[in-house]
């Protein structure tokens, strides 16, 4: 499986962006779909994950309430809806495929397909 990631650029504060994370050379089913971000000189966090099959969802702290994640099954696209940005928000953004426990969906070790980075940068 190959994924693609896209959506990333420059917003201002306050403002929202939408990013999408397309399959290639296989589908989704039966995969959790995470996306996690790296800040400049910081370490690769987790955003927010998605189980294709049963919909469970799970969200940073810091992304709760702003950020939405969910699919779009015709296109076989994972989709994170950011709103309220924030300069902390700031990071290459990058979307991952594995088929971990739930409980282990945070972590960058239990995927195995990871699609290049998407630059957002929120401005003040």
């Known amino acids: 499986v190959q994924l693609q990631a896209s959506g990333g650029g420059l917003v201002q504060a306050g403002g929202s962006l939408r990013l999408s994370c397309a399959a290639s050379?296989?589908?989704?089913?039966?995969?959790?779909v995470g996306w996690f971000r790296q800040a400049p000189g910081k370490e690769r966090e987790f955003v927010a994950a998605?189980?294709?099959?049963?919909?469970?969802?799970k969200y940073a702290d810091s992304v709760k309430g702003r950020f939405t994640i969910s699919r779009d099954n015709a296109k076989n696209t994972v989709l994170l809806q950011m709103n309220s940005l924030t300069v902390d928000d700031t990071a290459v953004y990058s979307c991952a495929a594995g088929r971990p426990p739930w409980g282990l969906v945070t972590e960058t070790s239990a995927y195995y397909y990871w699609g290049q980075g998407t630059l957002v940068t929120v401005s003040s």
């Open positions: 050379g296989g589908t989704f089913s039966g995969y959790a």
């Open positions: 998605f189980r294709w099959s049963g919909g469970n969802r």
